[in-house]
């Protein structure tokens, strides 16, 4: 997305109008995916008395990931960069949830639906992360080249 197209900064985005990071909403995005990846693996152990099993744990993957999308279509309203830092997010609360037991050995029963969604979720963020920095270079070098013969074309 060239800086003409960039949207406004708001109080609620993560850059200013300047360009640079607005901390305190960065926080906010991190210490927001922090607690609800923690609350998730926390309630594995306890949940108020009742056994919920790995309830929290699916909340705290999929919240964070809604989160995300939703701060960073709004800063880059670009779908690309919102979906793959989302689906990022995603991962990451996968990975986290994979050091407990109980969850580990869920993913490691063959057959289990979390088995099928783990080996569909790493096939897939290979295949986002890829098509998203190809994408993001493939629009770098068309704009590159559209310059040049601009240039090109004014000079004659």
């Known amino acids: 997305m060239s800086e003409a ?15 640079k990071l607005n901390w305190p909403t960065v926080a906010l995005i991190g ?12 309630s594995t152990f ?6 919920i099993g790995v309830a929290g744990i699916a909340f705290s993957t999929v919240a964070p990931a809604l989160w995300t999308f939703i701060l960073f279509y709004r ?14 997010t995603l991962y990451l609360g996968f990975v986290a949830a994979s050091f407990n037991g109980t969850v580990d050995s869920d993913f490691q029963a ?13 096939t897939l963020m290979i295949a986002v992360v890829g ?14 080249v559209a310059e040049a013969k601009k240039g090109q074309t004014g000079s004659e």
Not at 46 to 51: E, L, N, P, R, V
Not at 110 to 122: A, C, P, R, T, Y
């Open 131 to 144: 098509f998203y920095f190809g994408g993001k270079a493939l629009e770098r070098a068309t704009t590159t």
């Open 5 to 19: 197209q960039h949207v406004p900064a708001t109080e609620g985005t993560a850059f200013k109008s300047d360009g």
């Open 75 to 88: 800063d880059a309203a670009d779908v690309r960069t919102a979906f793959t830092a989302s689906l990022l």
């Open 31 to 42: 210490l927001g995916d922090l607690l609800l990846w923690g609350l998730g693996i926390g």
């Open 46 to 51: 306890w949940f108020f008395g009742h056994d």
């Open 110 to 122: 063959d057959g289990s639906f979390i088995h099928s969604v783990w080996e569909n979720l790493n």
